[in-house]
């Protein structure tokens, strides 16, 4: 690339550019996101894909890997000119059909098509999906959209046109007034404004002043300036060297987290592109003005994000906080002392369209304290995350709802965190409410970075206030005891809270603390890390002191809360509390019963939810002690303790309630009932059935067929094969819940087995009598629930004292006589008038004969004894009785009525 | 890496213009640690000792400034680096279910290191993927979406395999 050196031949290259169709209108191109997330999902390999499709058509299409398009879940995404289809979740190996497509009629490949819901029509452009619908970019103008690499995409898409501006038409002073007048506010914290930044950097005495980009984005679920830096870096070089310009500073700074590795090599690859072109550097197009940019990582530190720790960590140092004045933009409080101006990344991208478009212009967005837009990280418990641009003055609702997609699963909103950790959490009653850096201020939030986290009913807001000041306390550098002692206190007292020890006054000891932290802390990261407390205990006190109180926890997350146990009257044992038990808490008692052991359970309630029938309850802690009128020191009750909780004192025994894990074995040992519960234990939640729909369990009542019942109608028959039968068909009709595949399938192919065998059906065999055992044997060991082995075992049982009746039935005789296989219907020739309503009637076709005329003498029907299933159908429509029933072991008639 | 090599105009770049040379000595040390952890996996002492003769800092100082900062270790890591990301997002979506599956399989902590050196495990706040959340990285690779009992068991199946 060959150097500028003027204004000039800046706007020349840009005519160049076009004249060269790059990035023209109307050209075949296909944008594919190569941000962090589509990375994850193969798109380098799609684009490698695409390429080489599109070579082996000959065709000219323009691909161009970009950066984060906004939505990362959907990932990864592309968009395809002309006409400009988006394309989601493309694997590397759909290049193929791309590529046909587009070179053969311009039609979409219509599954990779974003549907909201299959019966939906498909949204053809990035601009239908509803994701992208209300968002408006200008942070973001350029992302998604160009090669991040390629500073010449950057130029034809007008990019350095604010920089070309300023320095042929405008004053230093007037690129700060443009700034101050479009009053952009820092998009990485507090919102200062940063035209009075810029102005008290430009006033501060010295010669050399330093610019510096914060891109220490450390706030958990916010990526939008890491977004920047990949996908468009050169709009943050521009609005740095803007900055430059208006406040005369010679070197630039970019801070990147050290997580962002991408981040940082766009940046360096961009800053050669630009230093290359003369566009950073010395002497800038020939304008006589310079200025350097480079990068610094940094090292894994969240406080260093905040800008006097930032500075510390560029000079080399531990990166501590220091207090201010002297501040940033004063002498003595940059970097080595130089006074500096720091901006959020998002800020700086902002600065080109400003001085641009104007001052003017940038106002008629967003609300008149906050112009602009503003990119949140959308993330939680909506349909729809990613990265999204809206205008300030948008409402919670619309970013949720048409933006988000709504909470997934349709659950209830609960409540949505701006800010990251040091933000505050707002509940549903102001969704409605336009949000910009001041509105979410006075309700107790902040707009921090940008991240926003969405919560529904499931989450505990203790245990999400918890999250949030844990990590604070884990980043507080510990250089200023509010910070350091502080938030380690309130730590500790959510946790009694959430394990279920929390005493009255906790609440107002937060409360306490969280104000002292927070306004005696030395930075914003002290000064802020109580605010998820305090916010929820502000709008959800009510589940504060539901766990203080009444020990319970409403979404089920705090463990430790209310003791978990089985209804033995509800369980079926369907072995799926088993299953999903982390801890191996829950047990089969002697008698067959399941139980949870209090000393494994963990109070996860991970069984609570999946159980399908309500099973599972959760009661208030049981708290136990010892009666020591009673107590006469028999030690049982201690060597039976398995956690060691009873204690010798020198006034008798005691148990330390901290370590009891309220088993209540001791309980049940005690011989002299000394053993007590303090008061009665009340039941806080039965288990509502889990949404599992089974039909056949919903339409029967089948908990008035018991196994026993069934058991015993099986045994009336005498025939051990009926018996059997009986057994079966019964647990089919009516306990079966079809669950289990030993049970479900097993009975099935028993009943086909044992009906082949009753009516000696073609191919009864041994083999019969060989599945029917292995059905039994397998029901008994891999059945879940006890009706499924117990059928197991009646089966086997029967298999094993009746076996050479199950032989005999192979040979086609039933020694008993009950089975069907037994007997034989035969046509009476005297008596049969060749009318033919048996064959008509039988649907085995088993009957042969042709009508005729009594008068004139007829042939008689016949049954085909090989074909016939006796059904018993023909004898009842036959109008002489000629059917006659006998039976083939004595061979004699048996009576038919 | 020989830290005797370290080039100090070069590391401190266009700022250096501005800056003392014990400044600029001090104003690269991070990104002097960040080059030895990238080469040796972790920070030897005896290499430390080096930089401390080659940046005219004491000991103490760079062990101060390194031990503040998250990313340096001082013992060697295991040849499969797993962190699961604790971030806002990835928690709420149940990033603490994998950890833990992870702790139980490979009966390591949070920050230790299998003995056979096969496998360290960590935590890490948002790595910007949160899209994708629960998150877990294996050597920087971006694992996604580890939602459910199934699709856990198979990625620790994975970790064990080659
Ligand atoms: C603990 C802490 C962490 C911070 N992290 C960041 C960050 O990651 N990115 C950022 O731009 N600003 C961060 N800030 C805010 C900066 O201190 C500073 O206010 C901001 O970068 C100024 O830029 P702006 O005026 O453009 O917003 C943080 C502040 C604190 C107290
Ligand atoms: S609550 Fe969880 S740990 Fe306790 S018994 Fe139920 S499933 Fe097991
Ligand atoms: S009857 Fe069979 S399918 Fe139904 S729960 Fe019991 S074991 Fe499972
Ligand atoms: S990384 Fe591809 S959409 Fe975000
Ligand atoms: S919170 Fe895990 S990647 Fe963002």
Known sequence: ?897 | MEVEALGIEEQIGEVGALLSEQQKKRGILIQALQQIQEDRGYLPEGVLQALSRHLNLSLSEIFSVASFYKMFRFTPRGEKVVKVCLGTACYVRGSKKVLDAIENAFDVKVSETTPDLALTLETVGCIGCCGLAPVTTVNDVVIGDLVGSRKVERFIRSLREE
């Open chain 1, 1 to 897: 690339m060959n150097r500028l050196h003027s204004l000039h031949e800046l706007a020349a290259l840009r005519k160049e550019l076009s004249a060269k169709e790059i990035l023209s209108p109307g050209k075949k191109r296909m944008r594919v996101c190569c941000g962090t997330a589509c990375r994850a999902n193969h798109s380098l390999a799609l684009v490698g894909g695409i390429r080489e499709e599109a070579h082996n058509h000959d065709a000219d299409i323009e691909v161009i890997s970009t950066g984060c398009q906004g939505l990362c879940e959907l990932g990864p995404v592309m968009t395809v000119e002309p006409p400009g289809y988006f394309y989601h979740k493309v694997t590397p190996e759909r290049a193929g059909d791309i590529v046909a497509r587009a070179v053969h009629d311009d039609k979409p490949v219509w599954d990779l098509l974003f549907r909201r819901s299959i019966g939906e029509r498909p949204a053809f452009f990035i601009s239908d999906v509803p994701f992208y619908v209300k968002q408006q970019r200008i942070a973001l103008r350029h992302n998604g959209r160009i090669d991040p690499t390629d500073i010449l995409q950057y130029i034809a898409v007008g990019g350095y046109k604010a920089l070309e501006k300023a320095l042929s038409s405008m004053l230093p002073e007037q690129v700060l007034n443009e700034v101050k007048a479009a009053n952009l506010r820092g998009r990485g914290g507090a919102g200062f404004p940063a035209g009075i930044k810029w102005e008290h950097t430009r006033r501060a005495p010295g010669k050399v002043k330093l610019v510096i980009a914060n891109g220490d984005e450390g706030d958990p679920g916010a990526f939008m300036d890491r977004s920047i830096m990949e996908g468009d870096p050169h709009s943050l070089l521009e609005g740095m060297t803007l900055c430059a310009y208006a406040i005369g500073a010679q070197k630039g700074l970019i801070y990147v987290r050290h997580e962002y590795p991408l981040a940082v090599k766009h940046l360096q690859i961009a800053i050669q592109q630009a230093n290359e072109l003369g566009l950073l550097g010395k002497n800038i197009l020939g304008s006589g003005f310079d200025f350097s940019v480079q990068v610094r990582e940094g090292a894994g530190a969240f406080v260093c994000g905040e800008a006097t720790a930032l500075v510390a960590s560029l000079e080399g140092q531990r990166g501590f906080p220091n207090p201010r004045p002297p501040r940033l933009s004063e002498p003595g409080g940059g970097p080595w002392g130089y006074p500096a101006n720091l901006n959020n990344i998002e800020t700086f991208a902002c600065v080109p369209s400003i001085i641009e478009k104007g001052a003017t212009w940038f106002l008629k967005t967003g609300t008149t304290s906050s112009p602009g837009t503003k990119v949140f990280a959308l993330t939680g418990k909506v349909k729809n995350t990613g990265l999204v641009e809206v205008p300030m003055g948008i409402t919670l609702r619309e970013i949720i709802y048409d933006i988000g997609g709504g909470i997934i699963g349709n659950k209830k909103f609960k409540a949505v965190q701006t800010g990251g950790p040091s933000g505050g959490c707002i509940p549903e009653q102001y969704l409605d409410l336009p949000i910009d850096f001041d509105s979410l201020e006075k309700i107790g939030s902040i707009m921090g970075s940008g991240g926003m986290v969405v919560m529904d009913e499931d989450t505990c807001i203790v245990d999400i206030a918890k999250y949030f000041l844990s990590f604070c306390q884990a980043e507080s550098c510990g250089k200023c005891y509010p910070c350091r002692i502080g938030t380690y206190q309130m730590l500790q007292i959510l946790e009694k809270i959430t394990s279920g020890k929390g005493e009255e006054e906790d609440i107002e000891k937060l409360e306490r603390l969280g104000t002292y932290v927070q306004n005696s802390a030395l930075c914003g990261l002290g000064k802020s890390a109580p605010s998820p407390v305090l916010t929820t205990i502000k709008y959800f006190r009510d589940e504060y002191e539901e766990h203080i109180r009444e020990k319970y926890c409403r979404a089920f997350v705090c463990q430790g809360l209310g003791q978990v146990s089985i209804n033995a009257e509800i369980c079926y044992q369907c072995k799926r509390c088993i299953d999903i038990c982390p801890y191996e808490a829950i047990r089969e008692s002697n008698e067959g019963f399941f139980y949870v052991d209090q000393v494994r359970c963990q109070r996860c309630k991970a069984c609570f939810t999946v159980c399908p029938l309500g099973a599972i309850e959760i009661h208030e802690l049981p708290v136990l002690y010892i009666d020591k009128e009673l107590c006469y020191f028999c030690r049982n009750c201690i060597n039976i303790c398995r956690v060691d909780a009873i204690k010798e004192t020198s006034t008798g025994f005691m148990i330390d309630l901290d370590v009891c894990k309220k088993c209540e074995d001791c309980f049940k040992v005690c011989p002299m009932g000394a053993i007590k519960y303090e008061k009665e234990v009340r039941l806080l939640k039965a288990g509502a059935a889990a949404p599992v729909t089974i039909p056949t369990w919903q339409e029967q009542p089948v908990g008035e067929i018991t196994i026993d019942e069934i058991r015993r109608e099986a045994e009336e028959k005498t025939c051990a094969v009926q018996k059997a039968l009986t057994f079966i068909e019964e647990f089919i009709e009516g306990p079966m819940c079809g669950r289990c595949y030993p049970c479900s399938l097993g009975t099935e192919e028993a009943k086909i087995r044992l009906i082949r065998l009753s009516q000696h059906l073609g191919g009864a065999s041994e083999d019969d009598i060989a599945a029917l055992r292995r059905i039994a044997d397998f029901m008994i060991e891999g059945s879940y629930c006890k009706k499924g082995r117990d059928t197991g075992r009646f089966l086997s049982e029967l298999l094993s004292t009746a076996e050479e009746e199950f032989r005999l039935h192979v040979a086609g005789t039933c020694p008993r006589r009950e089975c069907i296989s037994s007997i034989e219907y035969v046509v009476n020739p005297d008596l049969c008038v060749a009318c033919g309503a048996c064959a008509v009637r039988c649907v085995y076709d088993a009957i042969e004969g042709r009508k005729g005329d009594p008068s004139e003498g007829v042939s008689p029907f016949e049954i085909l004894r090989n074909v016939c299933v006796r059904c018993g159908d023909c004898v009842s429509v036959c109008p002489t009785g000629a059917i006659e029933v006998i039976s083939r072991v004595r061979e004699e008639v048996v009576p038919t009525e």
